[in-house]
């Protein structure tokens, strides 16, 4: 299967996820543990629709990285596309990532208690809630690395840029290393979150750079 084609993929399982967090009830995914002013609150869990959608989002990015690549056209003249794919991507990792994290202290709830339950809440502490916080915090972020870092290693279009068709190369001559991949994504953060900035970021238009791409030897290309 084609990059192209994936893209449909993708914004079809983007508008099914953001439909189905609308209309189920408020709750807890992952692992949330808040210990305040003597209040103890330990929340996790997750829910059997949205674990669906995790893992069929995770099926389709595992497709995307090895699909047939699509051939770079002209460069990406502006921004606009590039904060637009980055909210794509976030919204999507955290639905990725989320309900499989929650699956694990629900499992666990389930053999101290003896009862199932997708979603749990406690306010008295248990031995293992710390481990199980700290081990859910660094599961996330592991998986959030690796969701911004892979595409462009194996210089693919991520999810969000998939689906406004553009992806990031490196220049001629340019290796992409795990590290210089991790840069990218945390400067790459930076510059999305200061989206109030956006028109005054350096950027190349006729080569498809901002500054970042200067830093790390990348550049932007619309996918044909």
Not at 17 to 45: H, K
Request: a positive charge.
């Amino acid at each position: 299967m084609s990059t192209k084609e994936l893209r449909w993929l993708f914004l079809a399982v983007f508008a099914v996820a953001f439909f189905v967090s609308l209309v189920i009830e408020p709750l807890t995914l992952g692992v949330s543990l808040e210990w305040s002013n003597g209040n103890y609150r330990f929340a996790a869990g997750t829910h059997p629709s949205l674990l669906l959608l995790a893992l069929i989002i995770w099926g389709l990015y595992l497709l995307l990285m090895h699909s047939t690549p699509a051939s770079a056209g002209k460069p990406l003249p502006g921004v606009f596309r590039r904060f637009v794919a980055f909210f794509l991507d976030f919204y999507l990792a955290l639905m990725a990532i989320a309900p499989v994290v929650g699956i694990l202290p629900a499992i666990l709830e389930w053999r101290w208690t003896g009862d199932f339950q997708w979603n749990f809440e406690r306010i008295t502490p248990a031995p293992a809630d710390g481990w199980l916080s700290s081990a859910g915090f660094v599961l996330s972020l592991a998986l959030l690395v690796s969701y911004f870092v892979l595409p462009v290693i194996r210089r693919r279009p991520s999810p969000g840029s998939c689906i406004v068709s553009y992806q990031i190369i490196p220049d001629d001559g340019v290796t992409i290393t795990f590290r210089m991949a991790l840069l990218r994504m945390l400067l790459g953060f930076i510059a999305a979150c200061s989206a109030y900035l956006a028109p005054f970021i350096a950027r190349d238009r006729k080569k498809g750079k901002v500054w970042f791409d200067k830093v790390c030897g990348t550049r932007a290309v619309i996918l044909k």
